[in-house]
């Protein structure tokens, strides 16, 4: 059984399905412009585009794949045909890394769009890409496993949504973009040490502007760890749930 | 050879027992008929039986080899078509078939290939493009078969293939069914339309409550439940005009006239119809016909199970403690 053909033809359907459908591009291209301006509008002061960019990437990727994956997966178990997936002979780990990679995917997309805006706005010399790439994958994956952990625990495409929201909202505002660590009350530091997008637009603010407050071997492993703590997590819950 | 064969199957839901340590097998080549009311385990056996559930105890083996734990080891040999379409609405009937043969690693030239054979099998080649939200119920349930078929599985698992489609789509798709049977396809069938299961299944397993209640061949189980042997004669004047000679020259046969011109003659043991015949024809009594009657399966079910019938295809289910032999 050549499995690869499995996993391929999974993240193609996705792919053309679901994220390249014109809506999620215009998203894809709306949402970072929206988190721009915003950031001009409300600031007093003059705001440098160069710094605006880990928190706009780092939304964007949030925002493109945890509700993406949560809605599609719940609309598939909701018409059936995921069960046409569990029942094709793959293993459960591959057939749920083949359905997250079409959201990776696009998270990862999600993230350079600002970063196309940001070349004709601001000088973007000095960043390191290739820790952005690494970053911009890694916030990809947690943000799309996170979307998985809501899919599982949900049961109505509402649900995904509405759920969806109770994890990024509090990510928003303690992860660090808009209110630094080190300005946050004692006893919230802890929920925000507890965020994968912390660690994430951590790494991502050293990559760009130099102004990361946490070592980047932490940040990576505690990134690569909340990655494999939702992935195993979801599919011991798919297991639990979903085949009955 | 077994394609398949389970041994005390069961499967619990919150201390309920959906299935209650079932036995059977399916033979290559032959269609079972699995033949209950709403709410008997049929589709939690083929949930258990294809991987969708976990089974609580017992074992079930393809082709010999167990996969209990394992169900992934023998999905690539199954096609499943399940009693609700469950293909992508947005993708057309040949993207459909195509993306379900990819699921199955096959290469993208092979699946192509296979999916135009299925969709000109179907009669399905004109909505080929179209999308799937597009066919009406009798079409997306003939291209769910289809998909079911993509890779050429050992074993096909139909759930209910014509509940909530029309007469004629329901008509095609038995029809479908038979073909598929003659080019040796084995067929696991679940259905409540007893009619159906005696048109298409060599054997039946009636199941209810969770339980298998009688399993054999159609043929069989009619013979098995029937007390009596039962011949038909039709003849060519009123058999009142020779009745009483008839009871005097047959003592040990019930009589039941039918009308001016027939009468059913039982026997509890098989009779050989020569004497029968030479009689009426000596009494100038043409016999026109003389037809065995047995019982249909409908018969069979309602005496097995005592499931009222009428509620079990309108959907409400088994009457369970009715039944005079067996019962769950």
Redesign the interface.
């Known amino acids: 059984m050549k499995t690869w053909i499995a996993f391929s033809g999974i993240f193609m359907k996705d792919m053309r399905s679901y994220y390249l459908k014109p809506p999620n591009i215009s998203w894809g291209l709306i949402f970072p412009v929206a988190w721009t301006l915003m950031f001009f509008l409300r600031s007093p002061v003059a705001v440098e585009v160069r710094d605006l960019l880990p928190g706009v990437m780092a939304l964007s990727i949030l925002f493109g794949t945890t509700s993406m994956l949560a809605v599609t997966i719940t609309f598939e178990r909701k018409s059936r045909s995921f069960e046409r997936l569990l029942l094709a002979p793959i293993s459960l780990n591959l057939l749920m890394l083949a359905k997250t990679s079409g959201a990776i995917m696009f998270g990862i997309i999600n993230a350079f769009v600002p970063v196309i805006f940001a070349v004709f706005l601001a000088d973007l010399s000095g960043i390191n890409w290739l820790m952005v790439l690494a970053s911009v994958v890694l916030i990809a994956i947690t943000s799309t496993f996170l979307g998985l952990f809501v899919a599982v625990s949900v049961s109505q495409v509402f649900e995904a949504q509405t759920f969806s929201n109770f994890f990024r909202f509090p990510m928003l505002f303690l992860c660090g973009l808009f209110i630094p660590l080190a300005d946050l009350p004692a006893f919230i530091r802890p929920i925000s040490y507890a965020l994968p997008l912390t660690y994430g637009a951590d790494i991502l603010k050293t990559a760009i502007s130099q102004t990361g407050v946490i070592a980047l071997p932490v940040s990576f492993i505690a990134l690569v760890a909340f990655s494999i703590f939702l992935f195993f997590y979801s599919i011991y819950n798919v297991n639990r749930k979903w085949i009955l | 050879m077994r394609i398949i064969e389970a041994e005390n199957l069961t499967k619990k839901?919150n201390g309920f027992k959906a299935v209650d340590g079932v036995n059977f097998h399916i033979n290559k080549g032959e269609i079972l008929g699995f033949l209950g009311p709403n709410g008997a385990g049929k589709t939690t056996t083929i949930?258990m039986l294809?991987?969708?559930?976990?089974i609580n105890a017992g074992t079930v083996r393809l082709m010999g080899e167990d996969y209990t734990r394992n169900a992934?080891k023998a999905?690539?040999l199954?096609g499943?078509v399940?009693d609700?379409s469950?293909?992508?609405?947005?993708?057309s009937g040949r993207q459909n078939l195509c993306?379900?043969g990819?699921?199955?690693?096959?290469?993208k030239e092979q699946r192509e290939n296979r999916a135009e054979e299925l969709l000109n099998q179907f009669g399905l080649h004109e909505a080929a493009e179209k999308p799937f939200r597009a066919y009406s119920k009798g079409m997306k349930r003939k291209l769910t078969i289809a998909?079911g078929l993509i890779h050429d599985p050992e074993i096909l698992f139909l759930d209910e293939p014509t509940t909530g489609i029309d007469v004629a789509f329901a008509r095609q798709i038995r029809s479908l069914i038979v073909d598929l049977h003659r080019k040796g396809t084995t067929i696991f069938l679940t259905t409540h339309y007893i009619e159906e299961a005696e048109r298409l299944c060599e054997r039946i397993a009636f199941i209810v409550q969770g339980k298998i209640v009688r399993e054999g061949t159609v043929v069989g189980l009619m013979e098995e439940t029937q007390e009596e042997k039962i011949v038909n004669f039709t003849l060519g004047g009123e058999f009142s005009a020779v009745e009483s000679e008839f009871k005097q020259a047959f003592p040990g046969y019930k009589l039941k006239p039918g009308g001016n011109s027939s009468v059913s003659i039982h026997s509890p043991t098989s009779f050989t119809l020569l004497p029968f015949v030479q009689f009426f024809e000596e009494r100038g009594l043409p016999v026109f016909e003389a037809k065995i009657v047995r019982p249909t399966l409908e018969d069979v079910f309602v005496k097995i199970t005592g499931v009222d019938l009428q509620k079990m295809q309108t959907g409400q289910g088994a009457k369970p403690g009715k039944g005079r032999k067996g019962g769950a």
Do not use: D, S, V, W
């Open positions: 839901y949930n294809t991987g969708l559930a976990h992934k999905q690539a199954m499943i399940p609700e469950n293909l992508y609405e947005e993708l993306f379900c990819a699921l199955y690693g096959m290469e998909a």
